[in-house]
T-cell receptor, first 114, second 115 residues
Framework: GENVEQHPSTLSVQEGDSAVIKCTYS??????FPWYKQELGKGPQLIID?????GEKKDQRIAVTLNKTAKHFSLHITETQPEDSAVYFC?????????????FGTGTRLLVSP | DTAVSQTPKYLVTQMGNDKSIKCEQN?????MYWYKQDSKKFLKIMFS???????INETVPNRFSPKSPDKAHLNLHINSLELGDSAVYFC??????????????FGEGSWLTVV
């Protein structure tokens, strides 16, 4: 089955700096890679996703890159702000019909200091 | 107008008790899930239902029994609670296509503490 590793487990940056979170996956059949943000006391919320037919996707200050050959993908946050502080999860899985069997990474706690 | 709502948000109960967590989604999705998040924040799928039928059951003990009366509801019943069941349980839903791809929408979580 799929196995997703995520690094680092914690990341502290100064406001305005960039943050990068990296994930690797094991199953070459996975073709869907979402990133979720979980704020304190809340459920995870999708912030960006990428499918295997593209290598990069950007949405304002966040971007995700995918290297299918190496089986790794990364989340990049530029110009970080204190409200970016949260736990971020990567996930990987097949883009199935009707349901999602995603395997989540272990999470990265991002702390952005003013 | 919460998309995925689950109750209760907090639940403290004694070992051996039976408890239920209810979940409802108003997104019109066909698929619903239960995830468990432990104290280390690891997020793991427990069950998935598509149109009221069980599709994924990830080696969860028989003490956990999901019930889906209709595709908008997926409740989780836990028998004979154990200390190790203490965790945050997230209900979620998704729908193929609809412009949002296969995005999984999570509820706010139910914090279960077994004492």
């Amino acid at each position: 089955g799929e196995n997703v590793e995520q690094h680092p487990s914690t990341l502290s940056v100064q406001e305005g700096d960039s943050a990068v979170i990296k994930c690797t996956y094991s199953d070459s059949a996975s073709n869907y890679f979402p990133w979720y943000k979980q704020e304190l006391g809340k459920g995870p919320q999708l912030i960006i996703d990428i499918r295997s037919n593209v290598g990069e996707k950007k949405d304002q200050r966040i971007a995700v890159t995918l290297n299918k050959t190496a089986k790794h993908f990364s989340l990049h946050i530029t110009e970080t702000q204190p409200e970016d502080s949260a736990v971020y999860f990567c996930a990987a899985g097949p883009l199935n019909t009707g349901f999602q069997k995603l395997v989540f990474g272990t999470g990265t706690r991002l702390l952005v200091s003013p | 107008d919460t998309a995925v709502s689950q109750t209760p948000k907090y639940l403290v109960t004694q070992m051996g008790n039976d408890k239920s967590i209810k979940c409802e989604q108003n997104l019109g999705h066909d698929t619903m899930y239960w995830y468990k998040q432990d104290s280390k924040k690891f997020l793991k799928i427990m069950f998935s239902y598509n149109n009221k039928e069980l599709i994924i059951n990830e080696t969860v003990p028989n003490r956990f029994s999901p019930k889906s009366p209709d595709k908008a509801h997926l409740n989780l019943h836990i028998n004979s609670l154990e200390l190790g069941d203490s965790a945050v349980y997230f209900c979620a839903s998704s729908q193929e296509g609809r412009g949002s791809g296969n995005t999984i929408y999570f509820g706010e979580g139910s914090w279960l503490t077994v004492v």
